[in-house]
Nanobody, 120 residues
């Protein structure tokens, strides 16, 4: 599955942004999906994951502010980001996980990512 992220940009602190993840040529099917981010000088970290059955899990830093969802009919995943903070600034990546559970590890297939910059 080839994934393409979009929707990033510059947003003020407290604002909202919605990221999209399009699965080219396929659907997520029975795979879980995850959003990850990498800030400058830091390692990539998991932001949120959603199982094939719709069970979600979030990093503590985004819990209550971000919402992950998936529309298999449209082969698209989303990350709704509300009440963003400067520390949310990073390149965001989506990934079709190796299994169907939300805790499944990510595959090695990463897209180019989309830059999110939050100004204070």
């Amino acid at each position: 599955v080839q994934l393409v992220e979009s929707g990033g940009g510059l947003v003020q602190a407290g604002g909202s942004l919605r990221l999209s993840c399009s699965a080219s040529g396929s659907t997520f099917g029975d795979k879980a999906m995850g959003w990850y981010r990498q800030a400058p000088g830091k390692q990539r970290e998991v932001v949120a994951t959603i199982s094939a059955g719709g069970v979600t899990n979030y990093a503590d830093s985004v819990k209550g502010r971000f919402t992950i969802s998936i529309d298999n009919a449209k082969s698209t995943g989303y990350l709704q980001m509300n009440s963003v903070k400067p520390e949310d600034t990073a390149v965001y990546y989506c990934n079709a996980l190796q299994g169907s559970r939300w805790w499944s590890p990510p595959s090695g297939n990463w897209g180019q990512g989309t830059q999110v910059t939050v100004s204070s």
